[in-house]
């Protein structure tokens, strides 16, 4: 039987063409809210690599800011992972294999919030990275609790500057990774909404705004996670087992938006890697959000119903792979104010990156939390769209009704709700209060058979989808007659029928 990767086990391990990240115990210098799939084979990555270029020195504390996480997991590594990188180099197969070392462990906010404290007041501390999907930096009203942890993520946050604050330390630079707009001037607001709140002071506040600093990003890299058909022989190949396995893209870009002062707090570009510096991210993230990643919300939940699981199926397929390029190349192409040409290069790099052999990109990994992603992946090219061409997209129009009929479902004893499709059940995640409002008004259409009705009560919830979607010309009627069409057609024939348009 394979011993599980631990740190003891790292000068036993010589598989080849592994690479092993520097063995040293630097100081913790960053805390990372977010220990899922995209940090590790991101920032952690960047920051392994970084310490392996002597640029930082420095190890990163994570925080599981859920109940439910991997932290078990990785303490049972000793924070250790092996991160696989796989895609086209110079039209040739390439691939990367790594064990990230840089990760001290994982703490949890609703056990280890002491710990997570102490981490917070550490003279070491430099950097906070999140990534908490883009329903994650929010405000939501909620008590100040000072010894235990608060609930959304800015509200934990305010609570871990101010102890910061009271023990005179110096500010930190805060880097969200949250596919936002203005993703760090909004945590800032939010904090900021919270230490009002709490009336935790103006000093505090000050503090804040004069000795914290907030980047506002933009990250590129397709990760599929856990490589779960391939892990057991992955493990055989490596010579150890590994259950935190990791795989992505070759590819990699971060946009950072902010005084290049701080580059000496972030030197991963003096590292080596692919890191722009600039004082406006709108031109870069516009292209990449609408194109990269309103290409996967627009298409994804539809081709899941459909019977796909992968990415590269769903593109190379005749009916989806059709449906994917009508939403890149005639509805997101002329909402993206650039030069023809580098948007065409751009949206051809992102089918052949779709096309990935290597990626293994999951389907249902990228469905969650599929409603905050609509509103900001998908819904600002169906605006844009319909207001240069007094008409709506097709496809992006149709992405509503799929991401409707994805979230329609069940729920078991455990709270856990799942949907159904010919191969089976498969889980619907997302905050709970807004798959159970979608369900009940499924129930009630089921009784009544009002497409339109349903419709303009789920369009109407603005804390959904930040604006009324009824007040978008002909929406309403458009979402009901494709949502009907799923309905009686079934998912392929409704989408066969809509090309056909």
């Known amino acids: ?148 942890t608060q609930v959304t993520y800015p509200a934990k946050l305010t609570s871990l500057l101010f102890e910061r604050f009271k023990a005179g330390q110096k500010g930190l630079v805060l880097v969200p990774c949250e596919l936002i707009d203005k993703n760090g001037s909004t945590l800032r607001d939010c904090i900021l909404r919270y230490a009002a709140d709490w009336k935790l002071g103006a000093g505090f506040e000050n503090y804040v705004k004069e000795e914290c600093a907030f980047m506002n990003t933009l990250v590129d890299r397709i990760v599929a996670g856990y490589p779960r058909n391939e892990a057991a022989d992955w493990c055989n190949k490596l010579g150890y087992q590994d259950n935190l396995i990791d795989c992505g893209e070759i590819f990699h870009l971060f946009v950072i938006e902010g005084d290049e002062k701080y580059r000496a707090v972030i030197p991963f570009a003096e590292a080596g890697l692919h890191v722009v510096w600039t004082k406006n991210q709108t031109p870069y993230r516009s292209r990449k959000v609408r194109f990269l990643n309103g290409g996967h919300t627009s298409s994804v939940l539809a081709a899941y119903q459909a019977g796909f699981d992968f990415v590269d199926q769903m593109t190379g397929d005749k009916l989806f792979g059709k449906y994917l390029r009508t939403a890149l190349f005639e509805e997101v192409f002329p909402t993206v104010q650039l030069p023809d040409d580098e948007k065409k290069a751009f949206a051809e790099s992102i089918i052949e990156r779709f096309l990935n052999p290597f990626a293994n990109h999951q389907l249902i990994s990228i469905s969650l939390n599929s409603i905050s992603k609509w509103q900001v992946r998908v819904l600002p090219s169906l605006i844009d769209y319909e207001k240069i061409n007094g008409k709506l997209p097709k496809v992006l129009a149709f992405s509503f009704a799929a991401l409707l009929s994805f979230y329609r479902g069940t729920v078991d004893a455990a709270g856990n709700w799942s949907g159904k499709r010919a191969a089976g059940a498969y889980p619907i995640r997302d905050d709970a209060e807004k798959i159970a409002f979608l369900n009940a008004e499924f129930d009630r259409l089921k009784q009544s058979g009002d497409y339109e009705a349903f419709i303009r009560t789920v369009m109407a919830r603005t804390d959904f989808w930040g604006m009324d979607l009824n007040t978008i010309p002909g929406f309403t009627a458009r979402a009901a007659a494709d949502l009907r069409s799923i309905d009686e057609l079934g998912i392929t024939p409704a989408v066969e029928k809509l090309l056909e348009k």
């Open 1 to 148: 039987m394979m011993e599980t990767l631990n740190r003891k086990l790292l000068p036993s391990i010589h598989t080849p063409g592994l690479e092993i990240g520097p063995q040293k115990e630097y100081p913790v210098k960053v805390m990372q809210f977010g220990e899922g799939n995209f940090l590790r084979a991101f920032i952690d990555w960047m920051i392994d690599k970084s310490n392996e270029a002597g640029k930082f020195n420095g190890m990163v504390q994570l925080v599981q800011p859920l109940p439910q996480g991997t932290a078990d997991l990785i303490n049972a590594q000793d924070g250790l992972y092996t991160l696989i990188l796989r895609g086209m180099e110079n039209g040739a197969p390439a691939e990367y294999k790594r064990i990230i070392t840089c990760v001290k462990g994982c703490l949890k906010t609703d056990s280890d919030w002491e710990a997570i404290v102490k981490c917070a007041v550490s003279p070491d501390l430099q950097l906070v990275f999140s990534n908490t999907t883009e329903a994650g930096i929010e405000y939501k009203p909620e008590p100040y609790t000072p010894g235990k």
